[in-house]
């Protein structure tokens, strides 16, 4: 069965099936629900409409942290928690979650003296459980230099030295929604939920859909909704008619993308700026990025735009912590912005809101989740699942507890990064073995994991082209077979994140990649350039920045 008939078939199951759950939203709150409900033993269904991971799931800062700033809002439940699930999610999937030493550089007039950032981090760590090597050490000025080269001498007191994880939070959603597959759920991107049909009691009996791709509309029989909508969550309760007091704050976050050489750090850096806030500087790969902002937004959360000015803050922000790299506009070659759902508090600002989920749970037995952070993911799945749980009681049946804490994630499993850092040498001489480019080694086993010798095998049979796009080629096939991978845009941004960190290996295999998608789905030559011009849009909007209307808020 080839991709179109696999994606015609699960579209028939939902319209004819009947489920004891529909998910709707895709991100990764929404993928982290599906596995742990299918895990669990309900028949599942994840519906999302546009791409998996195409909204705030695909916008943070890519790191899987405990939230260091969250203690001076006094947070401490929610420091404690994620700070834990750091190391959970790292064995869960540790080729994808990977460790992340961080610098946080201390100078005159920043925000933590030398004492207290001791103390913070101390606290930090006991509350995360972190032992051996991971603790947080404290640098003295020399030391930190010695870390951090780049770093400004003159302001620099000395520096703060403690653990993080870095992620693909994209990835990381796919993989969860592939694992929850594995477990049972069906899962279908670029399926909206429209509307609600309900019983005499007013009670949720299915979900009205629209097929985005086909163009048509059915329904989904069910006993039970989550929304885990992010942003359009309340869209959702809107529909339901189920809006209270509690509502949704949008915050934007943008981030930028420079060429590595260009700000060629040692470590990742959290740092102070001048107006109070931290921004992250992290390298990846071939580049840093750097980000975030964190600024009210009432604009379309689906298009979400970076302007000049979002751009010139962090750069004027990170030129003066690392005062040598001179970085300008023309040095950005990519960018995103994303819109954190926040749940609502009066008189506090976006940086201000507490990054705590909540979950809303209606008279139509809708329950709804927003807030949060990537780190927090599976908890939040569980809290929202143990919730329909009582639903569940209150018809006579039962929920067993969750296991996710123990559910591997598809592309493993390792038994810890060193295990992992073998085999990507593994990889690198099979690449080698294959013709192909070895030093992309590294880049396929973040993203696919024990899954890549099936991209190398089929990059293998592959007899036309240079290396890099017969593997190109290679990889957005596996994914539009194995990862729901719809569109080009779908492989290009979300399933290989080269949209964001390796913007100049796009052009050379585009051709290949589209002749792919093209001879999975059947495209006309008017879909085929259809699709090229999509990617094309997609490239100048992360890299062309606009100036801020005027009505627009500021990004500091």
């Not at 991971?53 to 942290?65: D, N, P, Q, R, V």
């Not at 000025?141 to 010695?146: A, G, I, P």
């Not at 569109?487 to 399933?495: A, H, M, S």
Request: overall charge negative.
């Amino acid at each position: 069965m080839d991709a179109a008939q696999k994606r015609a078939a699960k579209i028939d199951r939902l319209d004819h099936a009947h489920f004891d759950l529909v998910v709707v939203g895709g991100g990764i709150t929404g993928a982290g629900v599906a596995l742990d409900a299918a895990s669990r033993g309900l028949n599942v269904a994840l519906i999302e409409r546009s791409d998996f991971a195409s909204g705030t799931s695909s916008k943070s800062t890519k790191l899987i942290h405990g939230g260091l700033r969250y203690l001076k809002n006094l947070e401490i439940g929610l420091v404690r928690e994620v700070g834990q699930e750091r190391a959970v999610v790292h064995k869960l999937a540790p080729h994808l979650v990977r460790p992340e030493k961080m610098l946080l550089p201390l100078v005159e007039g920043g925000s933590l003296g030398k004492l207290s950032t001791s103390m913070a981090l101390w606290v930090y760590d006991f509350l995360a459980d972190v032992e051996g090597d991971d603790k947080r050490v404290m640098l003295t000025k020399e030391e930190t230099l010695e870390t951090e080269p780049l770093l400004r001498a003159d302001i620099l007191k000395g520096g703060g030295f403690y653990a993080e994880y870095r992620t693909d939070d994209a990835r990381l959603t796919i993989e969860n929604v592939k694992t929850a597959e594995a477990n049972g759920a069906l899962a279908i991107n670029y399926v909206e939920a429209t509307g609600f049909v309900y019983d005499e009691g007013h009670h949720i009996r299915a979900v009205r859909c629209h097929d985005r791709h086909a163009d048509r509309a059915f329904e989904v029989s069910c006993e039970h909704v989550i929304s885990s909508a992010g942003p359009w969550v309340d869209d959702l309760r809107k529909i339901d008619k189920s809006m209270n007091n509690k509502r949704l704050f949008l915050s934007k976050g943008v981030h930028i993308v420079v060429a590595r050489e260009r700000l060629p750090l040692q470590h990742a850096c959290y740092f102070d700026v001048a107006d109070g806030r931290m921004l992250f500087a992290i390298p990846r790969l071939r580049c840093t990025y750097i980000g975030t902002t964190d600024t009210p937004y009432k604009g379309d959360p689906n298009a979400v735009p970076v302007y000049r000015e979002d751009v010139q803050y962090l750069l004027d922000a990170t030129n003066a912590m690392f005062p040598t790299v001179n970085l300008v506009v023309e040095d950005v070659e990519s960018s995103w912005a994303g819109v954190r759902p926040l749940i609502f508090e009066e008189g506090k600002s976006a940086g201000e809101m507490s990054r705590k989920d909540e979950i809303f749970e209606s008279e139509s037995g809708l329950l709804s989740i927003a807030g949060g952070k990537l780190t927090g993911y599976r908890k939040m799945a569980e809290r929202v699942v143990d919730r329909l749980g009582n639903q569940l009681h209150e018809d006579g049946e039962s929920l067993s507890k969750t296991t996710t804490r123990q559910i591997m994630l598809s592309g493993g499993p390792f038994a810890d990064f060193d295990e992992v850092l073998v085999y990507e040498r593994e990889i690198a001489e099979q690449l080698r073995a294959a013709s192909l480019a070895p030093e992309r080694a590294g880049y396929l086993v973040a993203n696919y994991g024990k899954q890549s010798p099936t991209v190398i095998a089929m990059a293998r049979e592959r007899k036309e082209g240079s290396d890099v796009s017969r593997l190109a080629c290679a990889e957005a096939a596996w994914c539009i077979d194995n990862e729901l991978a719809l569109y080009p845009l779908d492989w290009v941004e979300r399933r290989s994140g080269r949209l964001y960190f390796d913007m100049p290996s796009i052009a050379p295999v585009l051709d290949e990649v589209l002749d792919a998608f093209a001879e999975a789905y059947g495209y006309s030559e008017a879909e085929r350039e259809r699709e090229r011009k999509r990617v094309e849009d997609a490239i100048t909007w992360v890299s062309t920045f606009a100036p801020q209307p005027a009505e627009a808020t500021t990004a500091a």
